[in-house]
């Protein structure tokens, strides 16, 4: 099954992300914005794993010391791998990264110890919510500054990725809680 672990966000912040790419649909044509339910910061994409990879993955997650809740803010609006040939746009976050990291390097390691090949590229804590076809430049005029209050990051999910005609719906397969939200 094809799947990947991330960290949950609130609905009102994927509701208020829809919004801004609504905005911002009327001046960057060509993007298939990614619907709010498939909104989230990804921790690391697995691809095809098996259902016996799948609980190896929640064994090693689920007894980890307990991970701080994160209250996070959004920073702004940014592509991947850059602005000049913008082929996915993120909204990048500010207050609760450096937690995120931690969390990010020490299931890592928890997967290193699995056999898992660490992953190459850097880690950039993000939420995707737009995607372009044809790389384009994505300008700062069509930016909006973004103004969403602070946020509680209160699950990490491992979910099931099911490709369709209308994109990927996601089926969670298992959940962490997370603690010392305030």
Same mark, same amino acid.
């Given at each position: ?7 949950e966000i609130?609905?009102?912040v994927k509701?208020?992300?829809?919004s801004?790419?609504?905005?911002m649909?009327?001046s960057?044509?060509?993007v !298939?914005?990614? #619907?709010?339910?498939?909104? @989230? *910061? ?10 016996t990879?799948a %609980?190896?993955?929640k ?5 980890a010391?307990p991970?701080?809740?994160?209250e ?13 040939k913008?082929r996915?746009?993120?909204?990048t ?5 450096d ?5 990010y ?12 090949? !660490?992953?190459k #590229?850097?880690?950039t804590p @993000? *939420?995707t919510f ?7 430049p994505?300008?700062? %005029?069509?930016i ?12 990490i999910?491992l ?15 298992f ?5 010392g939200?305030?």
């Amino acid at each position: 099954m094809r799947s990947f672990l991330a960290f949950e966000i609130p609905p009102e912040v994927k509701e208020y992300l829809s919004s801004v790419s609504k905005a911002m649909a009327r001046s960057i044509p060509g993007v !298939r914005w990614v #619907r709010p339910e498939g909104q @989230h *910061i990804t921790i690391r994409f697995f691809g095809e794993i098996s259902e016996t990879r799948a %609980r190896e993955i929640k064994d090693i997650i689920g007894p980890a010391g307990p991970y701080p809740g994160v209250e996070a803010t959004l920073k702004g609006i940014d592509a991947f791998p850059h602005r000049r040939k913008a082929r996915v746009i993120v909204a990048t976050l500010d207050e609760g990264v450096d937690i995120i990291r931690l969390i990010y390097h020490d299931i890592e390691n928890r997967l290193t110890a699995l056999g898992y090949e !660490r992953e190459k #590229r850097g880690f950039t804590p @993000h *939420i995707t919510f737009g995607r372009i076809k044809v790389p384009a430049p994505l300008l700062e %005029r069509d930016i909006p500054p973004l103004e969403c209050p602070p946020f509680a990051i209160e699950r990490i999910i491992l979910y099931k990725s099911i490709l369709g005609r209308e994109g990927a719906t996601y089926e969670p397969l298992f959940e962490k809680r997370l603690g010392g939200v305030t």
